[in-house]
């Protein structure tokens, strides 16, 4: 079964500082991964995907993605945080044996960017 | 602009009340969604429809039900069979592929009171 995990429930960081959002998963043949985000009572902004290539994914407002085969993951990253990145995040994964664009999200990890 | 509406934003339903959440979108997306968001719990798959009148449940759908008549509309309704509705509901839609993403609504907060 395809399944998505976020280990950490939260995150804290300093204004400046790197940050990183991990994301495991475990999906039957090549995953494709997606990392949202969500502010509060609002709907999930895409960020940005992992389909194939390049294992280095770049995305919107300056953050990345390093899709790791071996280790199951796609952490997600960014070199210097800002107290506007405080927010809520979600690794997804969809797998093209479905049938249908089915996404598996995690739990959500919530990130504080503290000044 | 293009995107998925969603309304209301916020609904109250007395218990024993079906209600109906409405999402639209212009995106010409055949693929629509409802998910469920609980705190700690990410997102639960409610109902999904491929193409226009076609649904299949998603893990959650007891107590829920949809509709599909046009591409650009999939309205959920919470029905009184539904024992705890008090959640964040949120619509989205994609192109029907498995390596696209998904594009989501605002999203409406139901309460029951």
């Known amino acids: 079964a395809q399944s998505v995990a976020q280990p950490e429930d939260q995150v804290n960081v300093a204004e400046g500082n790197p940050l990183t959002v991990k994301c495991t998963y475990s999906?039957?043949?090549?995953?494709?991964l997606f990392w949202y985000v969500q502010y509060p009572n609002r709907g999930l902004q895409f960020l940005l995907k992992?389909?194939?290539?390049?294992?280095l994914v770049k995305g919107s407002y300056g953050f990345e993605a390093e899709f790791n085969k071996s280790q199951t993951s796609f952490h997600l990253k960014k070199p210097s945080a800002l107290v506007s990145d405080s927010a809520l995040y979600f690794c997804?994964?969809?797998?093209?044996?479905?049938?249908?664009?089915?996404?598996?999200f995690g739990s959500g990890t919530k990130l504080n960017v503290k000044p | 602009d293009g995107g998925i509406t969603q309304s209301p934003k916020y609904l109250f339903r007395k218990e024993g009340q079906n209600v109906t959440l409405s999402c639209e979108q212009n995106?010409?997306?055949?693929?629509m969604y409802w998910y469920r968001q609980d705190p700690g719990q990410g997102l639960r798959l409610i109902y999904y429809?491929?193409?226009?009148?076609?649904?299949q449940k998603g893990d959650i759908a007891e107590g829920y039900s949809v509709s599909r008549e046009k591409k650009e509309s999939f309205p959920l309704t919470v029905t009184s069979a539904q024992k705890n509705p008090t959640a964040f509901y949120l619509c989205?839609?994609?192109?029907?592929?498995?390596?696209?993403?998904?594009?989501f609504g605002q999203g409406t907060r139901l309460t029951v009171v």
């Open positions: 989205a839609s994609s192109i029907d592929l498995p390596n696209t993403e998904a594009f």
């Open positions: 999906v039957s043949g090549n995953p494709y």
């Open positions: 992992y389909i194939t290539g390049d294992n």
């Open positions: 997804a994964v969809s797998s093209p044996g479905d049938n249908f664009n089915k996404f598996y």
């Open positions: 995106l010409n997306h055949d693929a």
């Open positions: 429809s491929q193409i226009v009148n076609d649904f």
